[in-house]
């Protein structure tokens, strides 16, 4: 029996030492995986950090730029409307320029056409005193002629 109990007693030491020596060893692997992976985590975390920075300067670059871009299109939007009332009023300016010009044109018309009637008539006034002055200078000239030769027989008697 007390042969069994020594065999008994070695076997359970022997147990224990191989337990021991497992738990030893999955310990001793834990513990390099959990060093693995807090080095791991601690690069993973780095790179993180480095791109959230990267991003967030990325970011306020894109808002700047957004800022700068709201502000041109708000510019350049206003500078549209304030031409687009500077060429309605020149529009306006025009139309009124070019309905006292049509004005001005109507009134010149009717008075080429009232002068160019009146010289028509003076033309055709003139025209028929000239035919009249010339009836009556051929008129003139043949009793002209006839005197002559009256008063050229007259003295040559």
């Given at each position: 029996?007390?042969?069994?109990?020594?065999?008994?007693?070695?076997?359970?030491?022997?147990?224990?030492?191989?337990?021991?020596?497992?738990?030893?060893?999955?310990?001793g692997?834990?513990?390099?995986l959990?060093?693995?992976?807090?080095?791991?985590?601690h690069?993973?975390?780095?790179r993180?950090e480095?791109?959230i920075?990267?991003?967030?300067?990325?970011?306020e670059?894109?808002?700047a730029?957004?800022?700068l871009?709201?502000?041109?299109?708000?510019?350049?939007?206003?500078v549209?409307?304030?031409?687009?009332?500077?060429?309605?009023?020149t529009?306006?300016q025009?139309?009124?320029?070019?309905?006292?010009?049509?004005?001005?044109?109507?009134?010149l018309?009717?008075?080429?056409?009232?002068?160019e009637?009146?010289h028509i008539?003076?033309?055709?006034?003139?025209?028929?005193e000239y035919?009249?002055?010339?009836e009556?200078?051929?008129?003139?000239?043949?009793k002209?002629?006839?005197?002559e030769?009256?008063?050229?027989?007259?003295?040559?008697?």
């Amino acid at each position: 029996m007390t042969d069994l109990f020594d065999k008994r007693s070695k076997m359970e030491a022997d147990f224990m030492e191989r337990y021991l020596s497992t738990v030893e060893k999955y310990q001793g692997a834990l513990e390099a995986l959990r060093i693995s992976d807090a080095e791991d985590y601690h690069i993973l975390k780095i790179r993180l950090e480095t791109d959230i920075q990267n991003l967030e300067q990325h970011l306020e670059a894109m808002r700047a730029t957004y800022q700068l871009n709201t502000e041109k299109l708000e510019y350049n939007y206003r500078v549209l409307v304030e031409r687009d009332h500077e060429n309605q009023a020149t529009i306006n300016q025009q139309k009124r320029k070019i309905s006292r010009q049509r004005d001005i044109l109507s009134g010149l018309k009717a008075r080429y056409a009232e002068t160019e009637r009146k010289h028509i008539e003076e033309n055709m006034r003139l025209t028929d005193e000239y035919k009249r002055i010339t009836e009556q200078f051929k008129d003139l000239q043949g009793k002209f002629r006839h005197f002559e030769t009256v008063d050229t027989k007259k003295y040559a008697e």
